[in-house]
T-cell receptor
């Protein structure tokens, strides 16, 4: 069964600094990978997704992620964070190639921004 | 294009009671997934419905059940509520066109259930 590990529970970075959030997945076949963001009390919003092709994917709000098959990783990056980026970030993996395919989420990384 | 809407947004129940949460899918979406998100945790997959049939289930007991209607709206029912059922329940929808990868999920803002 597929699984997702986000090893960092909480990260604090200074405004304007670069950011990298780590994600490792476990899945036997080609995974479909997602990053979602959740602001307090809100639902989840998709930042970016990887299905195939170029392993560096661009998302909304200036985020990007790189798929590294050899490391089973899909880390999220942003070159310069803004105070509005403070939120919970979830990595997710989709598995299966049928109408029953489902998406499984990691436990999340809470991002705080230092002024 | 109307997004995913959930009701109620907040509710309080007591242990042993039953609850029904409702979800309207985004227009054109035929697959609905339900997730439970406890405080400080990631969303946990409860189950998924496609064309009114459950076609995937996570590690949740049978007292968690659901329905999907012909208009693709959905309900989550929880019987015999326990204190640990207190959580944010998220509904998400997507369009499935046949065999293929799990596409992007579109989420509602959730129903926050408190069990006393």
């Amino acid at each position: 069964a597929q699984s997702v590990t986000q090893p960092d529970i909480h990260i604090t970075v200074s405004e304007g600094a670069s950011l990298e959030l780590r994600c490792n997945y476990s899945y036997g076949a080609t995974p479909y990978l997602f990053w979602y963001v959740q602001s307090p009390g809100q639902g989840l919003q998709l930042l970016l997704k990887y299905f195939s092709g170029d392993t560096l994917v661009q998302g909304i709000k200036g985020f990007e992620a790189e798929f590294k098959r050899s490391q089973s990783s899909f880390n999220l990056r942003k070159p310069s964070v803004h105070w509005s980026d403070a939120a919970e970030y979830f990595c997710a993996v989709g598995a299966g190639y049928s109408s029953a395919s489902k998406i499984i989420f990691g436990s999340g990384t809470r991002l705080s921004i230092r002024p | 294009e109307t997004g995913v809407t959930q009701s109620p947004t907040h509710l309080i129940k007591t242990r042993g009671q039953q609850v029904t949460l409702r979800c309207s899918s985004q227009s054109g979406h035929n697959t609905v997934s339900w997730y439970q998100q406890a405080l400080g945790q990631g969303p946990q997959f409860i189950f998924q419905y496609y064309r009114e049939e459950e076609n995937g289930r996570g590690n949740f007991p049978p007292r968690f059940s659901g329905l999907q209607f012909p208009n693709y709206s959905s309900e989550l029912n929880v019987n015999a509520l326990e204190l640990d059922d207190s959580a944010l329940y998220l509904c998400a929808s997507r369009k499935t066109t046949g065999p293929g990868p799990a596409g992007e999920l579109f989420f509602g803002e959730g129903s926050r259930l408190t069990v006393l």
